[in-house]
């Protein structure tokens, strides 16, 4: 029966590497979808594609786009006033 090692392992700890800046700002994110959702909800107001539900699914596309917008800029203003529950890593 062989003894387990007993004697204490060092951990070592790897650097993770930040995202660069482009992969972490969600405005981009943001500001295209509300634009595709703004661009179908124009053809399918125009145009009635889509049948019934199709206006009220992208109009309720461009509501979820401005609350994520309003979201993003009440975590951004908490963090410039320095709340402690602020998210962490937003500039």
């Known amino acids: 029966m062989a003894m387990a090692d007993t004697e204490p392992r060092e951990h070592t700890t790897a650097q993770i590497p930040e995202l660069p800046r482009a ?12 634009t595709i959702w703004l661009i179908a909800t124009i053809v399918v ?22 609350i994520g917008a309003a979201l993003v800029g009440a975590q951004r203003a908490a963090v410039r006033r320095g709340d402690r529950t602020a998210q962490r890593g937003l500039r």
């Open 23 to 34: 992969l972490v700002i969600p405005e981009p994110v943001i500001a295209v979808g509300m």
């Open 45 to 66: 107001g125009v145009t009635g594609l889509g049948g019934t539900n199709a206006l009220s699914i992208c109009i309720a596309g461009l509501v979820v786009g401005a």
